[in-house]
Nanobody
Framework: QVQLVESGGGLEQPGGSLRLSCVVS????????MAWYRQTPGKQRELVAG???????HYAASVKGRFTISRDNAKNTVYLQMNSLKPEDTAVYYC???????????????????WGQGTQVTVSS
């Protein structure tokens, strides 16, 4: 069975950095697009960044220039490097595997078939 396990969340001060990791098991990893989403209480889950199987990347406007998504197919892992963190980045962060044949925007949660359990990121002084 496919499992996605996130790690790397925690408490960080504004301006600081964190790196999230998501290890995928039970599936061939390299052929699937992947993404990071985040969610705060009372709000819908929103796309943070996506990466295709060919390493094309997509970012939400709010994180562009501060966050970097990458993947290591040898380790079945997708990363999210988060720099210049802001209090508004506080959320639960989820990684997700996208349908292999999905097209169009990465911002459609219905195009993902597996999700991790989430990792909390809190940005506060």
């Amino acid at each position: 069975q496919v499992q996605l396990v996130e790690s790397g969340g925690g408490l960080e001060q504004p301006g600081g950095s964190l790196r999230l990791s998501c290890v995928v098991s039970g599936s061939i990893f390299s052929i699937f697009p992947m993404a990071w989403y985040r969610q705060t209480p009372g709000k819908q889950r929103e796309l943070v960044a996506g990466i295709s199987k060919d390493d094309s990347t997509h970012y939400a406007a709010s994180v562009k220039g501060r966050f970097t998504i990458s993947r290591d197919n040898a380790k079945n892992t997708v990363y999210l490097q988060m720099n210049s963190l802001k209090p508004e980045d506080t959320a639960v962060y989820y990684c997700a595997r996208r349908w292999r044949g999905a097209s169009g925007s990465y911002s459609l949660p219905s195009t993902y078939d597996y999700w991790g359990q989430g990792t909390q990121v809190t940005v506060s002084s």
